[in-house]
């Protein structure tokens, strides 16, 4: 069965700090990739995604996500995080169609960013 | 204003009852999706639909029920014999399976 990992449960940065969170899936076949954000008190929203093309993909607020194909991964990067980053971040791959193409999560990984 | 609307914010159930989750579309998405949200967990699938009177189930299903009787619209029915339902529960839609989904606000339902 798919699965996602996240390596980090909780990560504790200061601003202007670098990030990298790790996404790791396992399905060998054609995926499609996201991250989501949750803000305290607010909507999950769509950070970035990845369909095809271009394995770096941008997103909003300054992120990027890298897609290795031989490693299975899509990790989150940003060089210099903010206060305003703190949230909690899921990676997420989608099921093929047959499977309804829900999304399988992984567990988040907590961002708190001390000012 | 286009999004998905969920209601209520906040829900209190006694034990027992069944309890109904609204989730209304207007973004005329095809596919809809209800997901389970439990801390250190991620998000679980608890049901799923491509298309109007139709729904399958995701991987959590057991004690709860859906209909999907207008493309706007996906109710969620937590039963009594959902074992553990207090939880934060996400609603989703897009325009086809597969496609990038969008999330709601959210309902987070406490058994008291």
């Known amino acids: 069965a798919q699965s996602v990992s996240q390596h980090n449960h909780h990560v504790i940065l200061s601003e202007a700090a670098s990030l990298e969170l790790g996404c790791n899936y396992s399905?060998?076949?054609?995926?499609?990739l996201f991250w989501y954000v949750q803000y305290p008190g607010q909507h999950l929203q769509l950070l970035l995604k990845?369909?095809?093309?271009?394995?770096l993909v941008k997103g909003i607020k300054g992120f990027e996500a890298e897609f290795i194909k031989s490693k299975f991964s899509f990790n989150l990067r940003k060089p210099s995080v903010q206060w305003s980053d703190t949230a909690e971040y899921f990676c997420?791959?989608?099921?093929?169609?047959?499977?309804?193409?829900?999304?399988?999560f992984g567990q988040g990984t907590e961002l708190s960013v001390k000012p | 204003d286009g999004g998905i609307t969920q209601s209520p914010k906040y829900l209190f159930r006694k034990e027992g009852q069944n309890v109904t989750l609204s989730c209304e579309q207007n973004?005329?998405?095809?596919?809809m999706y209800w997901y389970r949200q439990d801390p250190g967990q991620g998000l679980r699938l608890i049901y799923y639909?491509?298309?109007?009177?139709?729904?399958q189930k995701g991987d959590i299903a057991e004690g709860y029920s859906v209909s999907r009787e207008k493309k706007e619209s996906f109710p969620l029915t937590v039963t009594s014999a959902q074992k553990n339902p207090t939880a934060f529960y996400l609603c989703?839609?897009?325009?086809?399976?597969?496609?990038?989904?969008?999330f709601g606000p959210g309902t987070r339902l406490t058994v008291l």
């Open positions: 989703a839609s897009s325009l086809a399976a597969t496609d990038t989904q969008y």
């Open positions: 997420a791959v989608n099921a093929p169609y047959n499977q309804g193409g829900k999304l399988i």
């Open positions: 639909s491509q298309i109007v009177n139709d729904f």
């Open positions: 973004l005329n998405h095809d596919a």
């Open positions: 990845y369909f095809s093309g271009d394995p």
């Open positions: 399905y060998g076949g054609t995926v499609n």
